[in-house]
């Protein structure tokens, strides 16, 4: 066996040798392959062989080098992309713990808010202030409005009659409802309940008393609750108080209640006004009437006078031409002559 067809069979079983023996075990194998073919007299082929080897190994591992730098940079611009996702993530969440943050500070002053009595009045009557110069024109209603009985009331729809103005009350019970939230036990529930209940149909009296003026006011009024959460209590567990509105003719309104409600009446001043603007040009048309009527009379007149003043013209017409018949006789008679006649 010469050392080329040794190292053939040395290559072709180094990969099984390797899996058991391990590298050390190959290095030992060709060391052995190696002595053998050169004690064999292959020298110079073993020598040539092994240096074709090397160059085979020089080309494979610059091609693993290529490789493994080419992974390298698609690992490195996915990284890149990673990463700058990430940041941009991170900003996001920045920005949205910073909303959080602001909204949870909001929440809070709306609670300070709402917990002081003036100033949940203020916010009631800052409310209504908005929906109101959102759906109406500004000559539609009046805040603050004094009325005849020497009240005031939070707002005044200024709707022509029927129904005629109706007052706008926005302060609301919320200290009972709060009470109603936070009870601990279903006792603590009722009694709250009940009391909530209570404030509220206090409240629809007092409206009624001074809100309804008759003769100055429509004869119903509304009860503006700007919190959602507590016009649906009211009409979820106190149907008794709801009733109550209805019979006094005080009606509870929410914001989203409240804006349909001005929404019909801007339709109704709408349709007066048209009605207003129609009327108005009734009467102009009936006045246009009129006036062509008269024109015609003094056409007539006109006409009459101009056929009257033909007929003078054309009598003058003819005692003109009278005249200057009269007048050419005179002017051909010879007052000389004895026979003229006019010398006796």
Same mark, same amino acid.
């Given at each position: 066996?010469?050392?080329?067809?040794?190292?053939?069979?040395f290559?072709?079983?180094?990969?099984?040798?390797?899996?058991?023996?391990g590298?050390a075990?190959?290095v030992?194998?060709?060391?052995?392959?190696?002595?053998?073919?050169?004690?064999g007299?292959?020298?110079?082929?073993?020598?040539?062989?092994i240096?074709?080897?090397?160059?085979?190994?020089?080309d494979?591992?610059?091609?693993l080098a290529?490789?493994?730098?080419?992974?390298?940079d698609r690992?490195?611009?996915?990284?890149? $992309?990673?990463l700058?996702g990430l !940041? %941009? *993530?991170?900003g996001?969440?920045?920005? #949205?713990?910073?909303?959080?943050?602001? @909204? &949870?500070?909001q929440i809070?002053?709306?609670?300070?808010?709402?917990?002081?009595?003036?100033?949940?009045g203020?916010?009631?009557?800052?409310?209504l202030?908005?929906?109101?110069r959102?759906?109406?024109?500004?000559?539609?209603?009046?805040e603050?409005a004094?009325?005849?009985?020497?009240r005031?009331?939070?707002?005044?729809?200024?709707l022509?009659?029927p129904?005629?103005?109706i007052?706008?009350?926005s302060?609301?019970?919320?200290?009972?409802?709060?009470?109603?939230? $936070?009870?601990?036990?279903?006792? !603590? %529930? *009722?009694?709250a309940?009940?009391?909530? #209940?209570?404030d509220?149909?206090?409240? @629809? &009296?007092?409206?009624?008393?001074?809100?309804?003026?008759?003769?100055?006011t429509a004869?119903?009024?509304l009860m503006f609750?700007p919190?959602?959460a507590v016009y649906?209590?009211?009409?979820?567990?106190?149907?008794?108080?709801?009733?109550?509105?209805f019979?006094?003719r005080?009606?509870?309104?929410?914001?989203?209640t409240l804006?349909a409600t001005?929404?019909?009446?801007r339709?109704?001043?709408k349709d007066?006004?048209?009605?207003?603007?129609?009327?108005?040009?009734?009467?102009?048309?009936?006045g246009?009437? %009129?006036?062509?009527?008269?024109?015609?009379?003094?056409?007539e007149?006109a006409?009459?006078r101009?056929?009257?003043a033909?007929?003078?013209?054309?009598?003058?017409a003819?005692?003109?031409?009278?005249?200057?018949?009269?007048?050419?006789?005179?002017a051909a008679?010879?007052?000389?002559?004895?026979?003229?006649?006019?010398?006796?």
């Open positions: 066996m010469d050392a080329a067809a040794a190292l053939r069979a290559l072709t079983a180094l990969p099984d040798m390797a899996l058991l023996a590298a075990g190959a030992i194998c060709l060391a052995l392959v190696l002595a053998l073919a050169l004690r007299g292959g020298r110079r082929r073993l020598a040539a062989r240096e074709q080897l090397a160059g085979e190994r020089l494979a591992d610059d091609r290529d490789r493994i730098d080419a992974a390298l690992r490195g611009q996915a990284t890149a $992309a990673s700058a !940041a %941009e *993530r991170i996001r969440i920045d920005a #949205a713990q910073a909303n959080l943050r602001q @909204i &949870a500070g809070t002053g709306l609670e300070r808010l709402l917990s002081d009595k003036q100033a949940r203020a916010f009631g009557e800052a409310r202030s908005d929906l109101l959102d759906a109406l024109p500004p000559d539609a209603y009046k603050q004094t009325l005849p009985n020497g005031r009331v939070d707002a005044l729809l200024l022509p009659a129904p005629g103005p007052a706008v009350d302060k609301f019970p919320l200290e009972q409802y709060r009470a109603l939230i $936070a009870a601990a036990d279903a006792n !603590a %529930e *009722r009694l309940q009940r009391q909530f #209940a209570r509220v149909a206090k409240h @629809i &009296a007092d409206i009624a008393e001074r809100y309804i003026v008759p003769g100055a004869d119903m009024a609750v919190s959602e649906a209590e009211i009409h979820g567990r106190a149907g008794a108080v709801v009733e109550e509105g019979r006094r005080v009606y509870l309104v929410s914001p989203t804006w001005l929404n019909t009446a339709a109704i001043l007066a006004r048209l009605h207003a603007e129609s009327a108005r040009l009734q009467e102009e048309a009936l246009l009437v %009129e006036d062509v009527r008269a024109l015609a009379d003094k056409a007149s006409q009459r101009l056929v009257l033909e007929a003078d013209l054309s009598s003058l003819i005692a003109a031409r009278s005249a200057e018949r009269r007048g050419r006789g005179i008679l010879d007052l000389d002559r004895p026979d003229s006649g006019l010398i006796p």
